[in-house]
C-alpha cells in the first residue's frame, strides 16, 4: 500500500497562500494573546487554591456557593469539570484569597463549607461517620469501636475489621471514583452486621475530594519563570544542535518554524481559554523537539540532494526533496497524531490540557517543516542573490556520521 | 553472516528477558493480582498515580537566626550585670535584620570593659563595630549565620521525618528542596487526612513557661492600652486558647516576660493522659535535668505568682505557682480530644522545630483518582499502541511484523529500564509512554520509506535494505537527539510528573535508537537470509 506515489506538488509555488495561513493563525491567537482572554494561566503558575470535588449527583453549584459564602470564603470560583454525567466541580481561590500566612486554609474551609453545609440533611447526620469522605484509619476505628460482630478488642476483630474497611474503600475508590451512590451497595462488599452499623451509625455526604492543589504566589512566579527558561533554552539548545550539525542558516529556518509552532499552539490556548499549566509546557517542550524532528528530515534530504545535484536551481530541489519525504512525513505525523488522539480521547481529564496542546502541535509542527522552514531557506538564497552575493545556499558539511 | 545472525538473535533474546525480568522480577506467581503486585514492586508509581500528598515548606531560618541573637542578647545583658555594667540598653532595632544586634547607653566610664567584653566573648561569632555616643553593633558573621540557617533546616528536615514515621506513613520522602533556598519537600504516598497530617508536620512544638507579668485582657487593643501603649521592650503579649486557666474562657491576652524561663528542646519526655480531676485529656511533660534545675529555682522563688505555659505562641496553661515544681508540668487548655493529646505529646517528644515551616505549595492526589487515572493512562496506551501496529501491519505487510516486533521490544525496554532504574512512572511518563510508541514509529518509517526508494531505483532487495538503513540513519539520530535535548531541558526544569515525562521519553527514545535501527535489521537480514538472491520481499 502506498499513499503518495512519486508525488510532483510544486509547493513553493504555494508559498502565499502558507504564509497567508500561519499569518491568519498566528494574528489571530496574538489578539486573542493581548486583547481577548490573554494566557489563562494554570494555578501552578498564577497562584492558588483548586480543590476537585466529585458528587453522587449533579452538583447544585448555586448550594456549593452559598455553602463556601456561610463559611467566609471569598468569592470561590464554582466550575463543572469534565462531562457533565461524571458531577464534578472545581472550586478555585484565586492567588489573593490564598492566604499566605495560611495557605493550607482554603482547602480546610471549602471541605468543611461542603461537610456543614451543601447536604440539606448535614444537620441530623451530625455525630455520624461520612463513609465518602473517611479515611481508611478511621473507618477502621470507627468499626473496632463499634464493634458490630461482637469481637471485643481482639487481634482478630482488628484484622476483621480492618478487611471489612479496605473491602468498602476498595469499591468506594476503584469501581465507584470515590462517591458510594447508596448504602445498599455495600450488601455483598461487608458482612451483613457491618452493614446493619453502617446503616445506623453511618451516612454518605454524597461528595468526595478527588485532588487538592495549592500553589503559593510566589511559588508560581518561580514556576513561570522556570517555564519561560526551559522553552528560551530549548529552542537555544536546538538552534545550536543544528548550527553545528547543517549551517546557521538551516537552524535559523528550523527555529523560527518551531516558534510559529509555539506561538499557534499557544495561541490556540487562548482562543480556546484553556488554562497552560506545567504539564502544557512539556507538551510545547516535546513538541519543539517534534516539530524540529519533521524539519531535520525536510533538510537532511535538502542536504544529501544539493550534494548529488549542485546544478538544479534551489526551488526545484527543495520541491523535490519535499515530495520525497512527503510519504514519510504524512505517515509518521499521522501515526503519532493517532496515538496522542487515543490520549485526547481516552487518557482523562487530568491530561486534556496536555494532550489538547499536542493534538493541535503535531498538526501545527507537520505543516511548518514543509510550509514554513523549507521556504525560508529559499527566500534567504533569494536575498542573497538579490543582493549579489553570489547563490550558494551551503551545500553544507557532509554529514560525519 | 549465518554464525553472525544467530549471535546477534541471541543477543536481543537475552536483552528482552533481561529486560522482561525488569519488569516483572520473578512474580509470585501467576494470577492476575500476582503479577500485578510483581509490577509495582518493580516500578514505582507517582503521587498522581497512587494518592497521596506532595508539599513544599519553606524553612523561615530567619526565625532561627533571631532566636540565636535573642539568646545572645540575654547573654550580654548577664555578662554586663556580673562585670557591674548598668545602664546599657540591648535591643534589635530592625525586625528585617535577625542577625543584628545594638547596644546604645554604655557609660562612658565602661567603654573599655565593654569593647574588651564583646570581642573576647562574641568575636567568634560577630563581628563587633563601635559607633557614635558609646554604642555598639554587632552583626552575626555570614559564615556564622548560613551554618546556623543550614543546621535550622538540617534540623527540621530531621524532625518533620520522625513525626511523620510516628504517623506510620509508608515510604514518606523528606528532603531539601531547590538548592540554598531552604525549602523542604515532603511526599506522603497514599496519605488522605490531610489536616492531620499537616498540624502534625507545621506544628513548631515549642513549648516554654514564662512568669506572667500581666493581664488578663480581653483582647490585644485593651492590652496595649493599659500598657500605655507600647510593650516594654522585655516583655511580649501572648493569647491564651479558651480553657487556658479556671477563670479565662475565650482566649485572653496576658502580658508574659519575653525571656522564657525555659524553653524549646528542654523537654525530657512526654506523654498524653487523662486529668485527675476533671478527666479531660491533657498533656504531662518530663524536662530536662538542667532545665528542672532553672524551673525549680524560679518557682520557689515566685511562690504565689502567675505562670504561663506557652506553645507556639500561644498560652496553653495559665497557673499559680504553688510550690517549687521541679521537671514536671501539664497542658489541658484547648479542649483536646484523646488524639490531639497524643499527637500534641508525640510533638513534644519528638522535639521543636528551630524554625516555624510556611506553605509554599501542596498537591493532593486522592486515591479514588489516581486509580481512575492509571485505568485511563493504561487504556490510552493499548489503544494507541494497536492503532499503530494495526496500520504497520496494513501498510507495510511483511516489513510492518517487523515493526511491530522492534516497536514491541522497545515498550519492554522502556518499562524494564524504569524497573531497573527505580524511576517514578507518573501520568505524564504515562503519556510520554503513549508519545514513544508514536515517534519510535518514524524511525522504521523512514527506513521502510527509504528501502522502497531505493527499490523503486531499480536495486536488488539486499541493497535496497543495507542503502535504506545506512540512508536513515544520519537523519534518524539527529531526530532523536533534538527530541533528548528537549526532555533534558524539561528534566532539569520540570518537577514531580513533568520530569516523569522526560524520563520516560528520553529513555523510549534511546530504547528505540536500538530497536528500529538494530534489531529491526537483524530481522530483515534475518528475512533476507530465507530468500534466494533478488527474490522480492514485502515491504
Same mark, same amino acid.
Given at each position: 500500500?502506498?499513499?503518495?506515489?512519486?508525488?510532483?506538488?510544486?509547493?513553493?509555488?504555494?508559498?502565499?497562500?502558507?504564509?497567508?495561513?500561519?499569518?491568519?493563525?498566528?494574528?489571530?491567537?496574538?489578539?486573542?494573546?493581548?486583547?481577548?482572554?490573554?494566557?489563562?494561566?494554570?494555578?501552578?503558575?498564577?497562584?492558588?487554591?483548586?480543590?476537585?470535588?466529585?458528587?453522587?449527583?449533579?452538583?447544585?453549584?448555586?448550594?456549593?456557593?452559598?455553602?463556601?459564602?456561610?463559611?467566609?470564603?471569598?468569592?470561590?470560583?464554582?466550575?463543572?469539570?469534565?462531562?457533565?454525567?461524571?458531577?464534578?466541580?472545581?472550586?478555585?481561590?484565586?492567588?489573593?484569597?490564598?492566604?499566605?500566612?495560611?495557605?493550607?486554609?482554603?482547602?480546610?474551609?471549602?471541605?468543611?463549607?461542603?461537610?456543614?453545609?451543601?447536604?440539606?440533611?448535614?444537620?441530623?447526620?451530625?455525630?455520624?461517620?461520612?463513609?465518602?469522605?473517611?479515611?481508611?484509619?478511621?473507618?477502621?476505628?470507627?468499626?473496632?469501636?463499634?464493634?458490630?460482630?461482637?469481637?471485643?478488642?481482639?487481634?482478630?476483630?482488628?484484622?476483621?475489621?480492618?478487611?471489612?474497611?479496605?473491602?468498602?474503600?476498595?469499591?468506594?475508590?476503584?469501581?465507584?471514583?470515590?462517591?458510594?451512590?447508596?448504602?445498599?451497595?455495600?450488601?455483598?462488599?461487608?458482612?451483613?452486621?457491618?452493614?446493619?452499623?453502617?446503616?445506623?451509625?453511618?451516612?454518605?455526604?454524597?461528595?468526595?475530594?478527588?485532588?487538592?492543589?495549592?500553589?503559593?504566589?510566589?511559588?508560581?512566579?518561580?514556576?513561570?519563570?522556570?517555564?519561560?527558561?526551559?522553552?528560551?533554552?530549548?529552542?537555544?539548545?536546538?538552534?545550536?544542535?543544528?548550527?553545528?550539525?547543517?549551517?546557521?542558516?538551516?537552524?535559523?529556518?528550523?527555529?523560527?518554524?518551531?516558534?510559529?509552532?509555539?506561538?499557534?499552539?499557544?495561541?490556540?490556548?487562548?482562543?480556546?481559554?484553556?488554562?497552560?499549566?506545567?504539564?502544557?509546557?512539556?507538551?510545547?517542550?516535546?513538541?519543539?523537539?517534534?516539530?524540529?524532528?519533521?524539519?531535520?528530515?525536510?533538510?537532511?534530504?535538502?542536504?544529501?540532494?544539493?550534494?548529488?545535484?549542485?546544478?538544479?536551481?534551489?526551488?526545484?530541489?527543495?520541491?523535490?526533496?519535499?515530495?520525497?519525504?512527503?510519504?514519510?512525513?504524512?505517515?509518521?505525523?499521522?501515526?503519532?497524531?493517532?496515538?496522542?488522539?487515543?490520549?485526547?480521547?481516552?487518557?482523562?481529564?487530568?491530561?486534556?490540557?496536555?494532550?489538547?496542546?499536542?493534538?493541535?502541535?503535531?498538526?501545527?509542527?507537520?505543516?511548518?517543516?514543509?510550509?514554513?522552514?523549507?521556504?525560508?531557506?529559499?527566500?534567504?538564497?533569494?536575498?542573497?542573490?538579490?543582493?549579489?552575493?553570489?547563490?550558494?545556499?551551503?551545500?553544507?558539511?557532509?554529514?560525519?556520521? | 553472516?549465518?554464525?553472525?545472525?544467530?549471535?546477534?538473535?541471541?543477543?536481543?533474546?537475552?536483552?528482552?528477558?533481561?529486560?522482561?525480568?525488569?519488569?516483572?522480577?520473578?512474580?509470585?506467581?501467576?494470577?492476575?493480582?500476582?503479577?500485578?503486585?510483581?509490577?509495582?514492586?518493580?516500578?514505582?508509581?507517582?503521587?498522581?498515580?497512587?494518592?497521596?500528598?506532595?508539599?513544599?515548606?519553606?524553612?523561615?531560618?530567619?526565625?532561627?537566626?533571631?532566636?540565636?541573637?535573642?539568646?545572645?542578647?540575654?547573654?550580654?545583658?548577664?555578662?554586663?550585670?556580673?562585670?557591674?555594667?548598668?545602664?546599657?540598653?540591648?535591643?534589635?532595632?530592625?525586625?528585617?535584620?535577625?542577625?543584628?544586634?545594638?547596644?546604645?547607653?554604655?557609660?562612658?566610664?565602661?567603654?573599655?570593659?565593654?569593647?574588651?567584653?564583646?570581642?573576647?566573648?562574641?568575636?567568634?561569632?560577630?563581628?563587633?563595630?563601635?559607633?557614635?555616643?558609646?554604642?555598639?553593633?554587632?552583626?552575626?558573621?555570614?559564615?556564622?549565620?548560613?551554618?546556623?540557617?543550614?543546621?535550622?533546616?538540617?534540623?527540621?528536615?530531621?524532625?518533620?521525618?520522625?513525626?511523620?514515621?510516628?504517623?506510620?506513613?509508608?515510604?514518606?520522602?523528606?528532603?531539601?528542596?531547590?538548592?540554598?533556598?531552604?525549602?523542604?519537600?515532603?511526599?506522603?504516598?497514599?496519605?488522605?487526612?490531610?489536616?492531620?497530617?499537616?498540624?502534625?508536620?507545621?506544628?513548631?512544638?515549642?513549648?516554654?513557661?514564662?512568669?506572667?507579668?500581666?493581664?488578663?485582657?480581653?483582647?490585644?487593643?485593651?492590652?496595649?492600652?493599659?500598657?500605655?501603649?507600647?510593650?516594654?521592650?522585655?516583655?511580649?503579649?501572648?493569647?491564651?486558647?479558651?480553657?487556658?486557666?479556671?477563670?479565662?474562657?475565650?482566649?485572653?491576652?496576658?502580658?508574659?516576660?519575653?525571656?522564657?524561663?525555659?524553653?524549646?528542646?528542654?523537654?525530657?519526655?512526654?506523654?498524653?493522659?487523662?486529668?485527675?480531676?476533671?478527666?479531660?485529656?491533657?498533656?504531662?511533660?518530663?524536662?530536662?535535668?538542667?532545665?528542672?534545675?532553672?524551673?525549680?529555682?524560679?518557682?520557689?522563688?515566685?511562690?504565689?505568682?502567675?505562670?504561663?505555659?506557652?506553645?507556639?505562641?500561644?498560652?496553653?496553661?495559665?497557673?499559680?505557682?504553688?510550690?517549687?515544681?521541679?521537671?514536671?508540668?501539664?497542658?489541658?487548655?484547648?479542649?483536646?480530644?484523646?488524639?490531639?493529646?497524643?499527637?500534641?505529646?508525640?510533638?513534644?517528644?519528638?522535639?521543636?522545630?528551630?524554625?516555624?515551616?510556611?506553605?509554599?505549595?501542596?498537591?493532593?492526589?486522592?486515591?479514588?483518582?489516581?486509580?481512575?487515572?492509571?485505568?485511563?493512562?493504561?487504556?490510552?496506551?493499548?489503544?494507541?499502541?494497536?492503532?499503530?501496529?494495526?496500520?504497520?501491519?496494513?501498510?507495510?505487510?511483511?516489513?510492518?511484523?517487523?515493526?511491530?516486533?522492534?516497536?514491541?521490544?522497545?515498550? /519492554? @525496554? $522502556?518499562?524494564?529500564? +524504569? =524497573?531497573?532504574?527505580?524511576? &517514578? !512512572?507518573?501520568?505524564?511518563? *504515562?503519556?510520554? /509512554? @503513549? $508519545?514513544?510508541?508514536? +515517534? =519510535?514509529?518514524?524511525?522504521? &518509517? !523512514?527506513?521502510?520509506?527509504? *528501502?522502497?526508494?531505493?527499490?523503486?531505483?531499480?536495486?536488488?532487495?539486499?541493497?535496497?535494505?543495507?542503502?535504506?538503513?545506512?540512508?536513515?540513519?544520519?537523519?534518524?539520530?539527529?531526530?532523536?537527539?533534538?527530541?533528548?535535548?528537549?526532555?533534558?531541558?524539561?528534566?532539569?526544569?520540570?518537577?514531580?510528573?513533568?520530569?516523569?515525562?522526560?524520563?520516560?521519553?528520553?529513555?523510549?527514545?534511546?530504547?528505540?535508537?536500538?530497536?528500529?535501527?538494530?534489531?529491526?535489521?537483524?530481522?530483515?537480514?534475518?528475512?533476507?537470509?530465507?530468500?534466494?538472491?533478488?527474490?522480492?520481499?514485502?515491504?
Amino acid at each position: 500500500m502506498e499513499l503518495f506515489h512519486n508525488p510532483r506538488i510544486d509547493w513553493l509555488g504555494k508559498k502565499w497562500y502558507f504564509l497567508a495561513f500561519s499569518l491568519i493563525f498566528s494574528i489571530s491567537g496574538l489578539i486573542s494573546l493581548f486583547f481577548w482572554h490573554h494566557l489563562p494561566l494554570d494555578v501552578d503558575f498564577r497562584g492558588g487554591t483548586v480543590v476537585r470535588v466529585k458528587f453522587a449527583e449533579k452538583p447544585n453549584v448555586d448550594h456549593i456557593r452559598s455553602a463556601a459564602n456561610k463559611a467566609g470564603l471569598k468569592d470561590p470560583r464554582i466550575t463543572a469539570f469534565g462531562p457533565a454525567d461524571h458531577h464534578e466541580v472545581l472550586i478555585t481561590l484565586s492567588g489573593e484569597a490564598t492566604n499566605q500566612a495560611a495557605i493550607d486554609q482554603g482547602r480546610a474551609t471549602i471541605i468543611r463549607a461542603l461537610t456543614q453545609n451543601y447536604s440539606p440533611e448535614a444537620a441530623q447526620n451530625q455525630g455520624k461517620l461520612d463513609l465518602d469522605n473517611a479515611t481508611s484509619e478511621a473507618l477502621t476505628n470507627w468499626l473496632e469501636q463499634q464493634d458490630p460482630e461482637h469481637l471485643g478488642a481482639t487481634v482478630a476483630a482488628e484484622t476483621k475489621y480492618q478487611a471489612q474497611a479496605d473491602a468498602v474503600l476498595h469499591l468506594r475508590d476503584g469501581e465507584d471514583s470515590g462517591v458510594i451512590p447508596s448504602l445498599v451497595d455495600l450488601r455483598g462488599v461487608v458482612d451483613p452486621a457491618v452493614l446493619s452499623a453502617f446503616q445506623q451509625g453511618s451516612y454518605l455526604s454524597g461528595f468526595s475530594v478527588r485532588s487538592v492543589e495549592i500553589v503559593g504566589a510566589e511559588v508560581g512566579t518561580q514556576l513561570q519563570h522556570q517555564a519561560e527558561l526551559a522553552t528560551l533554552y530549548s529552542l537555544g539548545g536546538m538552534l545550536v544542535y543544528l548550527w553545528f550539525r547543517f549551517e546557521f542558516i538551516y537552524g535559523v529556518a528550523a527555529v523560527v518554524a518551531c516558534f510559529h509552532d509555539t506561538l499557534i499552539t499557544v495561541g490556540a490556548f487562548s482562543l480556546r481559554n484553556m488554562e497552560v499549566s506545567l504539564t502544557v509546557i512539556a507538551a510545547i517542550l516535546t513538541l519543539i523537539g517534534y516539530s524540529m524532528n519533521d524539519t531535520i528530515v525536510v533538510f537532511d534530504r535538502i542536504r544529501e540532494n544539493l550534494r548529488l545535484s549542485r546544478r538544479e536551481p534551489l526551488p526545484d530541489l527543495v520541491n523535490r526533496s519535499i515530495n520525497q519525504t512527503l510519504s514519510r512525513t504524512v505517515l509518521t505525523s499521522g501515526l503519532t497524531f493517532l496515538t496522542v488522539l487515543s490520549l485526547y480521547k481516552l487518557g482523562g481529564q487530568v491530561l486534556h490540557p496536555f494532550s489538547f496542546a499536542l493534538v493541535v502541535g503535531i498538526l501545527i509542527g507537520t505543516y511548518s517543516s514543509i510550509a514554513v522552514a523549507a521556504p525560508m531557506l529559499v527566500a534567504w538564497q533569494e536575498w542573497r542573490a538579490g543582493r549579489g552575493r553570489g547563490a550558494a545556499l551551503p551545500a553544507a558539511k557532509k554529514a560525519k556520521v | 553472516m549465518q554464525k553472525n545472525l544467530r549471535t546477534k538473535t541471541i543477543g536481543i533474546i537475552a536483552i528482552l528477558l533481561f529486560f522482561i525480568y525488569g519488569i516483572f522480577g520473578i512474580p509470585g506467581g501467576f494470577s492476575g493480582t500476582a503479577i500485578r503486585n510483581s509490577i509495582l514492586k518493580r516500578i514505582h508509581l507517582g503521587l498522581d498515580l497512587k494518592g497521596g500528598m506532595h508539599l513544599v515548606l519553606q524553612v523561615e531560618v530567619n526565625e532561627a537566626v533571631g532566636a540565636q541573637t535573642d539568646s545572645d542578647s540575654a547573654s550580654i545583658q548577664n555578662a554586663f550585670q556580673q562585670n557591674g555594667i548598668i545602664g546599657a540598653s540591648i535591643a534589635k532595632p530592625d525586625t528585617n535584620r535577625p542577625d543584628f544586634i545594638q547596644i546604645t547607653g554604655v557609660p562612658a566610664a565602661h567603654t573599655a570593659d565593654v569593647s574588651s567584653l564583646l570581642n573576647s566573648q562574641f568575636g567568634s561569632q560577630y563581628d563587633i563595630a563601635p559607633g557614635p555616643n558609646n554604642s555598639w553593633t554587632l552583626a552575626m558573621k555570614p559564615t556564622v549565620e548560613s551554618d546556623l540557617k543550614q543546621r535550622a533546616l538540617d534540623r527540621s528536615i530531621d524532625v518533620i521525618q520522625s513525626r511523620i514515621n510516628s504517623l506510620g506513613v509508608t515510604e514518606p520522602i523528606v528532603e531539601p528542596y531547590q538548592l540554598g533556598s531552604y525549602q523542604i519537600l515532603v511526599e506522603l504516598p497514599g496519605v488522605d487526612d490531610l489536616s492531620r497530617v499537616e498540624n502534625v508536620i507545621q506544628s513548631t512544638a515549642r513549648l516554654s513557661t514564662h512568669a506572667v507579668l500581666g493581664g488578663p485582657w480581653p483582647d490585644q487593643q485593651t492590652a496595649l492600652q493599659s500598657l500605655g501603649g507600647m510593650v516594654p521592650p522585655d516583655a511580649e503579649l501572648a493569647q491564651s486558647v479558651p480553657g487556658a486557666s479556671s477563670d479565662t474562657s475565650t482566649g485572653e491576652w496576658y502580658e508574659l516576660s519575653k525571656i522564657p524561663v525555659w524553653g524549646g528542646t528542654d523537654i525530657r519526655d512526654a506523654k498524653a493522659d487523662n486529668d485527675q480531676q476533671t478527666n479531660e485529656p491533657e498533656v504531662v511533660f518530663y524536662l530536662t535535668n538542667a532545665a528542672g534545675d532553672k524551673f525549680g529555682q524560679f518557682t520557689s522563688a515566685n511562690i504565689g505568682k502567675d505562670m504561663a505555659i506557652v506553645l507556639d505562641n500561644r498560652i496553653y496553661e495559665v497557673a499559680v505557682i504553688k510550690g517549687e515544681i521541679h521537671d514536671t508540668g501539664n497542658i489541658s487548655g484547648g479542649n483536646m480530644s484523646m488524639q490531639q493529646a497524643q499527637d500534641l505529646s508525640m510533638l513534644l517528644r519528638t522535639g521543636a522545630l528551630p524554625a516555624s515551616l510556611k506553605y509554599l505549595q501542596e498537591e493532593t492526589v486522592g486515591p479514588s483518582l489516581g486509580a481512575d487515572s492509571i485505568h485511563q493512562g493504561v487504556v490510552a496506551s493499548i489503544v494507541g499502541m494497536l492503532a499503530v501496529m494495526i496500520f504497520m501491519l496494513i501498510y507495510y505487510k511483511g516489513a510492518g511484523i517487523n515493526a511491530d516486533l522492534a516497536l514491541f521490544l522497545n515498550l /519492554v @525496554i $522502556l518499562l524494564g529500564f +524504569m =524497573g531497573f532504574s527505580g524511576a &517514578v !512512572l507518573t501520568l505524564p511518563g *504515562i503519556a510520554g /509512554v @503513549i $508519545l514513544t510508541i508514536g +515517534m =519510535g514509529v518514524d524511525s522504521n &518509517v !523512514l527506513i521502510f520509506e527509504r *528501502i522502497r526508494e531505493e527499490l523503486r531505483a531499480g536495486k536488488s532487495p539486499a541493497a535496497a535494505v543495507d542503502q535504506g538503513f545506512s540512508h536513515a540513519w544520519t537523519t534518524i539520530l539527529d531526530t532523536h537527539v533534538t527530541t533528548i535535548v528537549s526532555a533534558l531541558i524539561l528534566f532539569i526544569f520540570g518537577t514531580g510528573p513533568v520530569k516523569g515525562f522526560a524520563v520516560t521519553l528520553s529513555f523510549g527514545l534511546a530504547a528505540n535508537l536500538f530497536t528500529a535501527v538494530f534489531v529491526s535489521r537483524v530481522i530483515f537480514d534475518a528475512h533476507l537470509s530465507h530468500k534466494l538472491h533478488g527474490e522480492p520481499i514485502s515491504i
